[in-house]
């Protein structure tokens, strides 16, 4: 009886310990509640302002072990629907049994766009999704649902990936982003976290340092310290399987290089590293006819389409103003003045 009771006090002391040492027995996003080793479902609320309010969905991946906490957001641009599609398929790909650390996973931050078919923009208000962060409670509706994701996304993660693709009108070629901010230690790490991911053209980028005027949602989680990047494959409407597969598996390759999941990552040997992006906007309203396709290596000068009236008469050559890789092209003849017509990756001469 007595050696009964000493075992069973030791276990409880045992258990007690472990519990101590779990930071997050549970862990909470909006409404969704995970504890250790199990998955929830829930919505962050964006409240009413100005405008209306609405949910975010999310879901939470509280893995059996702890471990980094890892972000992955879709749908700023609720048209982008590859990226979509794919969080959608993490929330299932990962069993919380299996992983070290714990998954936020939003699919779908841009409900109104998606709902209405609207590329590049809230229809709400008219704003980008992913211009207006760290957000501000006090603005229209893209501004209040920046500073929701901001404080229930951003400040509990350790690392972001932000997934985005051709919008209904870009004729995409897959790409990460690695935002350089000086600090070597966070740099060295979000490179061989989007290495991981495996996508093999990889646009370097300067972007805000500020954290209090961050703008992009990848820059807000950047600049607070946290190694994070952006990846962006899919185009133009169809949800292709190859893009889908190309971000979920570049996800689970970068929560390996994290251990968050066994198993190796194989990170990309040989990228390509574009260093500089020069972008053609649309000086004029027309019909405008692609000559080259995503991907096409165009040199400087070369003609990439041309843009007609609605009688088909031609107005206006479009060429390449450096020599580089179309990163993307415009998919659809609806041309008005300051569409992007095309963007052209200029590729780094020295390793990364
Ligand atoms: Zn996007």
């Not at 070290?100 to 931050?109: A, D, E, R």
């Not at 209904?168 to 290495?195: C, F, H, I």
């Not at 103003?321 to 020295?350: H, Q």
Request: proline share 6%.
């Amino acid at each position: 009886m007595k050696s009964w009771i000493v075992a069973a006090a030791a276990a409880l002391l045992a258990s007690g310990a472990a519990y101590a040492q779990d930071a997050h027995p549970t862990f909470t996003v909006g409404t969704a509640t995970a504890p250790r080793g199990q998955k929830a479902y829930g919505v962050m609320k964006v409240p009413a302002g100005s405008d209306a309010g609405y949910d975010i969905p999310v879901a939470v991946v509280h893995g059996a072990r702890p471990g980094p906490v890892l972000a992955i957001v879709s749908g700023a641009h609720g048209t982008e629907y590859a990226s979509i599609v794919a969080v959608q398929q993490l929330i299932d790909a990962v069993a919380p049994a299996d992983l070290s650390g714990t998954l936020i996973l939003v699919p779908l931050v841009n409900v109104p766009s998606f709902e209405k078919l609207t590329p590049h923009v809230n229809p709400t208000d008219n704003k980008s999704m992913n211009s207006r962060y760290p957000g501000d409670l006090s603005g229209t509706q893209t501004d209040r649902a920046s500073a929701v994701i901001t404080k229930e996304v951003v400040e509990q993660c350790d690392h972001l990936i932000d997934l985005h693709g051709g919008d209904l009108d870009e004729n995409l070629r897959p790409y990460s982003y690695w935002t350089v901010t000086g600090n070597q230690k966070q740099d060295q790490e979000s490179r061989a976290m989007l290495l991981a991911f495996g996508l093999d053209h990889i646009i370097i980028s300067d972007r805000p340092k500020d954290p209090k005027a961050s703008r992009f949602l990848e820059n807000t989680a950047t600049t607070r310290g946290k190694a994070s990047f952006t990846a962006e494959a899919g185009r133009s409407g169809p949800v292709v399987a190859g893009d889908v597969a190309a971000l979920v598996n570049g996800s689970l390759g970068t929560m390996k290089h994290l251990k968050m999941l066994g198993g190796i990552a194989r990170p990309i040997a040989r990228p390509i590293w574009v260093e500089k992006i020069v972008s053609v906007p649309a000086d004029r309203e027309g019909v405008f006819h692609a000559s080259v396709d995503r991907d096409a290596h165009v040199a400087k000068g070369a003609k990439v389409g041309f843009v007609t009236d609605y009688l088909n008469r031609p107005l206006q050559e479009i060429t390449a103003p450096e020599a580089g890789i179309v990163m993307f092209i415009r998919a659809v003849p609806s041309l008005k003045k300051g569409d992007t017509i095309v963007n052209i990756g200029v590729v780094s001469t020295t390793a990364k």
